[in-house]
């Protein structure tokens, strides 16, 4: 009853936040009240005396009779912001001048007449804040914001056009930041008359912070904020958005009120960080037994999924919800990115039709409708709708990174960067970006730059083994061996770490799956090793990669419980491999269809693999074994030339050891 | 709306894969292949094969597009008699048809079966060799060249897939899937497994997964349209409406004809809800408004379009707007107005060096100026065009420097006309005429062929060969009025039934007007009025010879009312000329004779048409006449007579020459008088004017009867002298006997005839007449038999004539113009 009943009052107060949406979602899917247990005292004894939260007054004594005195200004500047004439609502509790005077310096010569108006009938600092309710202030000033927020697009330029440098800032927020410095330095100063902050103008002081790239004070702000008020979720968005890594997120949780929300935003974070593992489904899971039909948790563990590499179950879950909520259009981009990687064109296609006739300019549905003309190799249409998402909204995250990968299709790789690295400034956790950005920058050969992004994208995400292969073979190229190796080593070390978080959900990939290594990253290895002078641990990387080819990894050489997860979702996972990058593909056809227990099968890398054996087997004059190698070769009909020529080789020599032995 | 493609074109796509891959059977071929080219290309196939196009299929295309456009009828009507090619027996053609429609099950099944069409196009020699360079199959079968029409279709098509929207594309698919819909149950028949979910298969796999959610999913995809929501947005592109708006509007032009009502009402349901209403609509209503008589919203429907025409064009269309409204002016009456506008008109159309424009506006007013001298007689004092003939020397020398022909054709017929009107050399005028049929003939300028055709039944009327020109009027009706205004068409019906009225075969002429035209080109106002106007001139004509003047003086009434503003000016003289007649037979004389004096005087002002001045000549001539006093006419009518020679309207000449004898009798120079009719009769039988014609045989008898008493008295006068001269005088009495009595024979056959031609006329009045005369002659030959008898008939005929048995029968169906 309690969440239920401040997730009310949230409503009301936050109504201008676009948060209040999702805690009007979670109010109607927590189950009825009445029918629970736990709260049916309570809800028998409320309802006599029941008044609705939302219209229940302020508990602060000071701020209700403050607010009942503003009572009509409240709801004439409340409808002026629902009418989205913001700076007329601002003006309704703090007009400009007096902004204008809060924002004029010590310096009481002021240059404008204005100014010197303000200064001669009372000194600009000394001036003092104006007496106004908490609501009331909070309301004016958050739409001062939005306003500036709203000049800050309407100034900004063409998507990536000439002068769309993403240097326009939003100005209206000087005067909010000052404004509640002082709000904020006159409760800390004079010690109680003021009634205690009740958590908004924290928030409403972090959110500008953020905005001022003043992350630490914003953090503290928001803390605040969360601990005065904790259902605030738009408070904890921010939080979510600060958060920039594990570490920092585990640090942060012990400071935090311990309650549902809490929870819920530690859920959302460690899913928004790419976090997956035991501890995290059960946690969602747990969250889903409190709102069972909440479209918003079964998104975070369709999510989960996704990051977890489990595509086919994510695409379970969002179809699910797809059900549930036909016309919610939140998240759909990453769906349709599943249905992307897993190639089910007809269904993308439904689905983008499904968010066109919804609501065709809606980030969401221009990146879905994006995605589906990228499966199409329609890019130029792909790049049109990506833009037009953009335009809709500048902080469209994986909008800024699929144009980047369309961009890599069109070979505009100047475009692609940019796009990338705008994609980067958005939100640095982006690892695809990062993972794009090295890619882009390998293709132009430059493998310094590529390495220091490919290294940003494997520090985001350490456990999956495709970033530290392009770590690895970056390194390769730049004759770093020692380190490639290590990195490559990484890489198969890494794709087993999916294998352990899977079974958490249960239905999860199918439990006989054979462990199996990825003959390209052993046959790099075992190349590295070989011109490290290293032959023996060649070797045995190179009988490794063709052992792939029937799948009896069992005999591991020196990675422990090397295993890995389907191979055909792990490594074509939508935004890893944009590029064209045709050798590694080609490592993969071969296998396509060979069943997923069975192993690779002959593949270039196996050919390559063998053919390098054989050779090697020619060198120690191990000549049967090289024969044998050699006609294997043959029957494969990879390099049926060279293969031949060896065998006749092989031969010649056997008679020619034959004739020296006699 | 789509810009182009609709689930109709998606069909035809697939009929021309269906084509392409060998599936129609050989006997279907050229159905197919008809069908296709049909909708795809702009021309009619259809009307120019079949030998006898009729008016009523003039819209049959319209139908069929917009019929394929609204449902998938059209391709079942087509397929299913054929069995399919290649599969079991017992498939037809729509089964293998649909099997291609139905397989399109998703919005990305769309897709692919876009980017799929480019297979049936022949290989450029580029991909050619890129394919045989990539060790390709090289494609084999039935190929489209990539710019015959079916290939230029195809990849029309595909561009135009290419460059939709994305939600444009899922309007197409959406559009599609309804398109599809009616087959449904056909289809199931066919294919059982198909379920309630099968239009998209990707709802259909996903059902299971979704349970009851998937109809949620679905309406939220497809909208209302699966509820049965009649939303009724047909499926229809710009490319189509505006082709059918393009279609109508020539038909209007080119025909002068309206559309009709149903076709009307299917285009309107289509245009309904379609968020783009091109411009052209606007024309097209207005066309239909001007047509329909609907003045007030002519001018508003042409205001509308010019406002929204004038964003995309330059201002230099605002001449063309003043035209058009001149022309709607002109045509509602207003012509005053019209004047002013056409005069603004020329002169920017001279500020903008618009010759076509310049030149068309010139030969507009100048003809506008022959019709109505009133209003222009100010201008041609001080104004450039001066006077008629100039005008038009000038446009037929500017067409020729401009090449344009249909102008110059159209100068030189009006110059034809000219010429005659003023009653100058025929050879001339038949040079224009030659010139004129030249140039059409050869440029085959169809819509010209009407006016030429009019102008040369006009010569060979004024000429007096009347089968000529009823020959050149047939001529033209069996053979080019399919393809010619039908403005002309009813003008070559109204002088055939003209004509046929003059012979005294009414019925005839009220069949050939009731007949001959197609009621549904009626409907537009002007011709309407036109036919009306000509029913009730033959029905008055019919009505005055009858004697049945209070019907006649009723219509009269009505026809005067009409105004000679609005009416061509011949018809409006004939209308007056009726109206004389009336007056006259009323024995009103002095209103008659007011009225032709005002004519007479308006007309030598105006320099109106000469065989018009000539024929209020004999008029006024004829009324003397009847006053009693033909000698008083005398004058006139020899004016009237070398007038008519020197322009030799003949059949004018020979009514002329029959008041000359009339009056000759009168002044009792009988000889004389037999002479002149004699030597005019059988040519004045030629021009097939019954009543004419029996006026001369009147006049005929009247002199025999008067040379058979200057006979008589020469006998008298011999008796007398003779009783001293003996026997030879006697002889000479008795052959002077003779003599009179071969004269009443022969004024006695002339009388016959006479009576025989009145009664063709069915002309009350003149056969009591007659039958009086010869009731008469036969007393005097003493005959008292046949005397009675006429006598009984005459008697007859005077009852019948006043108890009005003919007002009672036929004002049931007296024409109201």
Redesign the interface.
């Known amino acids: 009853m309690g969440a239920r009943n401040c997730t009310c009052r949230l409503y009301t107060t936050l109504a201008a936040i676009g948060a209040a949406c999702r805690a009007a979602e979670l109010l109607d899917s927590v189950p009825d009240p009445v029918l629970s247990d736990l709260d049916q005292k309570e809800a028998v004894a409320g309802l006599q005396g029941y008044q609705h939260p939302a219209l229940s007054a302020n508990p602060d004594p000071v701020e209700a009779e403050l607010e009942a005195k503003e009572l009509s200004k409240y709801l004439l500047a409340k409808s002026f912001f629902d009418c989205k004439e913001f700076d007329r609502c601002a003006s309704v509790f703090l007009p400009d001048s007096l902004l204008s005077g809060l924002l004029s310096t010590k310096a009481t010569d002021a240059t404008t007449p204005k100014g010197k108006a303000k200064a001669s009938s009372a000194p600009p600092f000394e001036q003092a804040l104006p007496s106004l309710s908490q609501k009331s202030l909070f309301l004016a000033l958050y739409a001062k914001v939005i306003s500036g927020e709203k000049k800050k697009n309407e100034e900004s330029e063409m998507i990536m056009g000439p002068q769309d440098l993403g240097t326009i800032k939003n100005s209206h927020l000087v005067v909010v930041s000052r404004f509640l410095e002082r709000w904020f330095a006159e409760r800390k100063a004079e010690d109680s008359d003021l009634p205690p902050s009740q958590g908004f103008l924290e928030y409403l002081y972090g959110m500008v912070m953020v905005k001022e790239k003043n992350e630490d004070a914003a953090l503290d702000y928001l803390l605040n904020s969360v601990h005065l008020f904790p259902w605030n979720w738009g408070a904890w968005l921010e939080l979510t958005n600060l958060i920039s890594g594990v570490e920092q997120l585990n640090k942060i949780t012990p400071v935090l009120p311990q309650n549902i929300m809490s929870f819920i935003f530690y859920a959302n974070t460690a899913v928004n960080l790419y976090q997956q593992g035991q501890d995290l489904a059960a946690s969602v899971n747990d969250l889903l037994k409190l709102f069972p039909t909440s479209s918003f948790i079964l998104t975070c563990r369709a999510l989960l999924n996704y990051h977890s590499k489990d595509l086919y179950t994510a695409e379970?879950n969002f179809?699910?919800l797809?059900?549930?909520h036909?016309?919610r259009l939140d998240s759909l981009d990453h769906y349709s990115n599943i249905l992307y990687v897993l190639n089910m064109?007809?269904?993308?296609?439904?689905l983008?039709?499904?968010c066109?006739?919804?609501d065709?300019f809606r980030p969401e549905s221009c990146v879905v409708?994006g995605n589906?003309?990228s499966l199409?190799s329609l890019h130029e249409?792909a790049v049109q709708?990506f833009r037009r998402a953009l335009t809709l909204d500048r902080s469209c995250l994986s909008a800024w990174t699929l144009m980047g990968h369309e961009y890599v299709e069109l070979k505009n790789t100047h475009a692609a960067i940019e796009s990338y690295r705008r994609a980067v400034d958005v939100n640095r956790r982006d690892y695809r970006a990062w993972y794009g950005l090295g890619q882009t920058y390998e293709v132009l050969e430059m493998n310094a730059y590529a390495l220091y992004y490919y290294k940003k994208a494997a520090g985001l995400r350490p456990w999956d083994g495709k970033m530290w292969q392009a770590v690895g073979s970056c390194l390769q190229k730049m004759g770093k061996d020692r380190d490639g190796i290590k990195a490559l080593k990484r890489a198969l070390l890494a794709d087993s770490y999916y294998d352990s978080t899977l079974s958490s959900f249960g239905s999860a990939g199918p439990a006989d799956r054979m462990a199996q290594m990825d003959p390209e990253v052993l046959l790099q290895i075992a190349f590295m090793y070989d011109r490290l002078g290293e032959v023996e641990e060649a070797r045995a990387y190179m009988e490794l990669c063709v052992a792939q080819e029937d799948g009896g990894a069992t005999d591991n050489v020196d990675t422990s419980a090397v295993c890995t997860s389907n191979p055909g979702e792990s490594f074509v996972v939508h935004g890893d491999s944009p590029g064209s990058d045709g050798d590694a593909e080609g490592g993969y056809e071969g296998r396509g269809g060979a069943g997923q227990g069975e192993g690779t099968g002959v593949t270039v890398a196996t050919s390559k693999a063998r053919m390098w054996l054989a050779r090697y087997a020619m060198r120690t004059e191990d000549y049967v074994t090289a024969n044998r190698l050699a006609t294997e070769l043959c029957q494969d009909g990879v390099e049926v030339e060279e293969a031949k020529a060896l065998i006749r080789e092989v031969r010649s020599r056997m008679e020619l050891a034959d004739l020296t032995e006699r | 709306m789509a810009r182009y493609l609709t689930p109709a074109k998606i069909g035809l796509l697939a009929l021309i894969e269906l084509y392409v891959e060998e599936t129609v059977p050989n006997d279907a071929i050229i159905p197919v292949l008809s069908f296709l080219t049909s909708h795809i290309l702009d021309s009619d196939l259809q009307s120019t094969m079949t030998t006898t196009p009729s008016a009523a299929n003039r819209w049959q295309r319209a139908e069929r597009s917009i019929g394929l456009v609204v449902s998938i009828k059209d391709f079942e009507d087509l397929l299913l008699p054929f069995p399919a090619a290649d599969r079991l027996p017992g498939r037809r053609l729509w089964d293998r048809f649909l099997e291609k429609l139905w397989g399109i099950d998703s919005l990305d099944a769309l897709q692919t079966f876009f980017s799929r069409q480019p297979r049936v196009l022949a290989r450029t020699r580029e991909e050619l060799r890129r394919m045989t360079e990539l060790g390709e199959e090289l494609p084999s079968g039935i190929l489209l060249a990539r710019n015959s029409p079916l290939g230029a279709f195809v990849r029309k098509a595909v561009l135009e897939f290419t460059r939709l929207q994305f939600h444009h594309s899922a309007e197409l698919w959406k559009a599609f899937v309804k398109y599809r819909q009616p087959t449904v149950s056909y289809w199931r028949r066919r294919n059982p497994q198909c379920g309630r979910l099968s239009f998209d298969s990707v709802l259909m796999e996903s059902q299971h997964e979704w349970g009851s959610f998937t109809d949620g999913i679905a309406v939220t995809a497809y909208g209302g349209m699966l509820m049965d929501e009649e939303d009724g947005a047909l499926p229809v592109s710009t490319d189509d409406i505006e082709s059918l708006l393009e279609f109508q509007i020539d038909q209007i032009q080119k025909y002068g004809a309206r559309v009709p009502a149903e076709i009307k009402a299917k285009f309107h349901a289509m245009l309904r809800d379609s968020h783009v209403v091109p411009s052209l609509s606007h024309y097209l209503n207005f066309s239909d408004a001007w047509r329909s008589g609907d003045y007030p919203s002519a001018f508003d429907y042409l205001h509308r379009y010019f406002d929204y025409t004038m964003q995309n064009r330059d201002r230099l269309f605002y001449h063309y707007a003043l035209m058009n409204l001149a022309i709607v002016q002109s045509d509602f009456g207003c012509h005053k107005e019209a004047m002013a506008t056409m005069l603004e008109t020329i002169s920017t159309a001279r500020e903008n060096k618009d010759n076509t424009c310049l030149n068309f506006c010139l030969n507009w007013f100048y003809h506008f100026g022959r019709a109505h001298p009133d209003l222009v007689q100010d201008l041609e004092a001080n104004s450039m065009i001066g006077s008629g003939k100039e005008a038009l020397a000038f446009l037929r020398a500017k067409a020729k420097e401009t090449g344009m022909l249909v102008l110059r054709s159209s100068a030189l017929l009006s110059e034809a006309k000219l010429n005659m009107a003023n009653g100058e050399s025929i050879a001339g005028a038949m040079e224009h005429l030659v010139r004129s049929s030249h140039i059409i003939v050869e440029r085959n300028m169809k819509s010209l062929i009407g006016s030429q055709l009019s102008v040369t039944t006009s010569l060979w009327d004024r000429l007096g060969i009347s089968y000529l020109s009823t020959m050149t009027s047939e001529v033209f009706l069996r053979v080019h009025a399919p393809s010619a205004c039908f403005d002309d068409e009813l003008k070559m019906v109204c002088r055939l039934a003209g004509t046929l009225a003059g012979k005294g075969k009414y019925d005839e002429a009220f069949a050939k007007l009731e007949d001959g035209i197609d009621k549904n080109l009626l409907r537009a106002a002007k011709p309407n009025q036109y036919w009306h106007l000509y029913r009730g001139l033959v029905k008055l004509r019919r009505d005055l010879h009858h004697n049945d003047l209070d019907t006649a003086e009723t219509l009269l009434a009505q026809l005067l009312q009409i105004g000679s503003e609005e009416l061509d000016p011949d018809v409006v003289f004939i209308i007056d000329s009726l109206h004389i007649e009336a007056l006259i037979r009323r024995k009103d004389f002095d209103a008659a004779y007011e009225k032709i004096e005002r004519l007479i005087a308006k007309f030598r002002d105006d320099h109106r048409d000469l065989s018009l001045r000539i024929r209020l000549l004999l008029v006024k001539a004829h009324l003397f006449d009847c006053m009693g006093r033909p000698e008083r006419g005398f004058s006139i009518t020899m004016r009237a007579a070398s007038l008519a020679w020197r322009a030799r309207l003949l059949t004018l000449l020979w009514q002329a020459v029959g008041a000359l004898a009339n009056i000759l009798n009168a002044m009792g120079e009988f000889t004389a008088a037999v002479q002149l009719v004699e030597a005019v009769l059988p040519r004045s039988m030629e021009s097939e004017n019954a009543f004419n014609t029996g006026i001369l045989y009147s006049i005929l008898a009247d002199a025999r009867m008067g040379q058979a008493g200057k006979a008589a008295k020469a006998r008298q006068a011999m008796t007398t002298t003779g009783e001293t001269a003996g026997a030879a005088a006697a002889a000479a009495a008795s052959l002077m006997n003779n003599k009179k009595l071969d004269l009443f024979t022969k004024a006695h056959e002339a009388l016959e005839c006479a009576f025989n031609h009145f009664s063709a006329a069915e002309d009350l009045e003149k056969q009591c007449e007659t039958l009086a005369k010869r009731a008469t002659l036969m007393k005097v030959l003493g005959d008292h038999a046949r005397a009675e008898e006429y006598a009984a008939r005459y008697m007859a005929l005077k009852r019948q004539s006043s108890s009005g048995e003919h007002s009672s029968v036929w004002s049931t169906d007296t024409g109201t113009p």
């Open positions: 379970q179809s699910n797809l059900a549930l036909p016309h064109r007809p269904k993308l296609a439904f983008a039709h499904l066109s006739s919804i065709k409708i589906y003309y199409l249409k709708y």
